[in-house]
C-alpha cells in the first residue's frame, strides 16, 4: 500500500504561480512513476504531469507544456509540480498519483486561479 499526501494548494490570480508537493508513505520501494492529475468540475480527470522514479522519462499535457514542471526527491519521497503562469482554466482539483504494483491516489487539493 502507498499513502499520498497532496499539500499547496490555494487561490492565485492569473499569470501567478504555485506549488504543490505530494509526500508518498508506506511501500515506496514499490513505486515506478509519480504523477499529477487534475479534475475540473464537470469534466474528465486527466493527466497533468508525470515523471519515473529515476526522474529520465517525464510527461506533460500539451496545455501545461512549457509552464508546469514536475519533479521529485526521492530522499525526501515528494513529487512536487511547479506551475507558473496559471490561467483560470487551471482551475480544477489537483491529485498525486503513484504507480506500482497498483495505481495510488491522494485525496486531491484545490487550486482556484481568479482574478
Known amino acids: 500500500q502507498v499513502q499520498l499526501v497532496e499539500s499547496g494548494g490555494g487561490l492565485v490570480q492569473p499569470g501567478g504561480s504555485l506549488r504543490l508537493s505530494c509526500a508518498a508513505s508506506?511501500?515506496?520501494?514499490?513505486?515506478?512513476?509519480l504523477g499529477w492529475y487534475r479534475q475540473a468540475r464537470g469534466k474528465q480527470r486527466e493527466l497533468v504531469a508525470s515523471?519515473?522514479?529515476?526522474?529520465?522519462?517525464?510527461r506533460y499535457a500539451d496545455s501545461v507544456k512549457g509552464r508546469f514542471t514536475i519533479s521529485r526527491d526521492n530522499t525526501k519521497n515528494t513529487v512536487d509540480l511547479q506551475m507558473n503562469s496559471l490561467k483560470p482554466e487551471d482551475t480544477a482539483v489537483y491529485y498525486c498519483?503513484?504507480?506500482?504494483?497498483?495505481?495510488?491516489w491522494g485525496k486531491g487539493t484545490l487550486v482556484t486561479v481568479s482574478s
Open positions: 515523471i519515473t522514479i529515476s526522474g529520465s522519462i517525464t
Open positions: 508506506g511501500s515506496i520501494f514499490s513505486i515506478n512513476v
Open positions: 498519483s503513484a504507480v506500482s504494483s497498483g495505481n495510488y
